[in-house]
């Protein structure tokens, strides 16, 4: 491959993957929509001079990309409902929650999509393990039950959830973004302020104020006590839980049913029907076309005699 081809490569790639959103009409014009609402929250960010919002809008377009991904990779259709709730969480949580600051302008916007989060990645796991299950080989004698597969994509949900609370504590420790976002609270209870030193919790209550002082003389004062990430890492990780748990539900009920559930067949993706112009088709690949070569072509009677 040239070095012409090897950068074309990429390009090819990307319209591949907008050619599997053009398969969902209603979720492919919402992928249109955000794109161009992106693109243009990225420009007023350049204006702005704010690179973190540049960043974050270039993070957010390869984000949307993420379920197409998924249809090419897998072969699966995603019902409509969910392509649509997966493109409008990553609008959500990237350009309002990170760009608008709608994590700290709007109540219980970060428990939203935790639990939207939860909801969706229990979805792609399920789709994952129920492909694996049905598609199993000849000598598996290993068959999971409706059960087994709905806890199997909740604690799939459950981990990726984990990872990302990994993320933020990481980004915090090294960047200082404040991901896991601070909480002020009134009263805790510390083994800390034991005069004893023992194992025994004292609990400071009615707390007014908690002053911060640095060695270069700045002062921080916040009305209570600031808890640094414990309290939204936690509420994360419920709210996480619960959102993996009602898709466990929907799951079951699929399962049971194996496909009848109004409800639940909009949110559970399936296995395609490959109809590429390039794929072969189960009938082709079990009858062979026959090689013309290895046919035996009976010879014509010489009717005509050689002339003297």
């Not at 009409?25 to 919002?53: D, S, W």
């Not at 984000?63 to 249809?71: D, E, N, R, T």
């Not at 990994?166 to 009263?187: C, G, L, R, W």
């Not at 890492?233 to 399962?255: E, P, Q």
Request: aromatic fraction near 14%.
């Amino acid at each position: 491959m040239s070095r012409k081809e090897k950068l074309k490569a990429p390009l090819r790639y990307y319209g591949s993957l907008i050619e599997h959103t053009k398969t969902n009409k209603v979720a492919y014009v919402i992928f249109v929509v955000l794109n161009i609402a992106i693109t243009g929250a990225i420009v007023r960010c350049i204006f702005q001079k704010r690179p973190e919002g540049v960043f974050v809008g270039i993070l957010a377009l390869i984000l949307l990309l993420i379920p197409p991904f998924v249809k090419k990779s897998f072969k699966v259709e995603l019902p409509t409902v969910l392509e649509a709730i997966a493109y409008t969480f990553v609008f959500c949580a990237q350009i309002l929650g990170e760009i608008e600051s709608f994590y700290t302008k709007v109540p219980f916007w970060d428990s939203m999509l935790h639990i939207v989060c939860g909801f969706i990645f229990a979805a792609f796991g399920f789709c994952l393990f129920d492909i694996f299950n049905r598609n199993k080989s000849k000598d598996s004698k290993f068959e999971m039950s409706p059960f087994f597969l709905a806890l199997l994509a909740f604690c799939f949900s459950i981990t990726i959830g984990t990872l990302w609370e990994f993320f933020e504590f990481t980004a915090d420790v090294i960047f200082q973004p404040d991901m896991q976002k601070d909480y002020i609270v009134k009263q805790f209870g510390s083994c800390a302020f034991d005069p004893d030193g023992l194992n025994k919790s004292v609990l400071v209550n009615e707390i007014e104020k908690t002053v911060i002082m640095t060695e270069n003389g700045q002062i921080f004062e916040v009305a209570g006590y600031l808890d640094i990430g414990l309290i939204d890492t936690m509420k994360d990780m419920m709210v996480n839980f619960l959102g993996a748990f009602v898709f466990s539900i929907f799951g079951y009920l699929y399962i049971k049913s194996r496909g009848k559930g109004v409800i639940a067949t909009q949110f559970i993706p399936v296995l395609k029907i490959e109809t590429d112009s390039d794929s072969v088709s189960p009938e082709t690949a079990e009858t062979p076309i026959p090689d013309v070569s290895d046919v035996a072509i009976p010879e014509e009677k010489n009717e005509a005699k050689e002339t003297e």
